[in-house]
């Protein structure tokens, strides 16, 4: 069983920056691939961005160029770096764990809050 503890969320002007954390538990961080997903009042859940175990990244359209996501695997640790925020990046942020091994095994974090406002 894996856990997923985020963290970083509050609330920043647009414009502003904000780093959100993700610490994952167990054993298959490094085999995994990390994503960080987002859902707005009233809107689906969507994908933010991911980053596979060998490093390789994707992100939403919204984000590119605004968003980067990392990982650090001596730390299990997945980071969310935003950049020039907007109104309409204020969502509740999940951390996510997706590996395949006998079978699919997919974790999601609880979320955090992310507000951006003046």
């Known amino acids: 069983q894996v856990q997923l503890v985020e963290s970083g969320g509050g609330l920043v002007q647009p414009g502003g920056s904000l780093g959100l954390s993700c610490v994952a538990s167990?054993?298959?961080?490094?085999?995994?691939?990390m994503g960080w997903y987002r859902q707005a009042p009233g809107k689906q859940r969507e994908l933010v961005a991911t980053?596979?175990?060998?490093?390789?990244?994707n992100s939403a359209d919204a984000v590119k160029g605004r968003f980067t996501i990392s990982r650090d695997n001596a730390k299990n640790t997945v980071y969310l770096q935003m950049n020039n925020m907007k109104p309409e990046d204020t969502a509740v942020y999940y951390c996510n764990l997706y590996c395949w091994q006998v079978g699919p095994e997919d974790y999601w974090g609880q979320g955090t809050q992310v507000t951006v406002s003046s």
């Open positions: 167990g054993s298959i961080f490094s085999i995994s691939r």
């Open positions: 980053i596979n175990s060998a490093g390789s990244t």
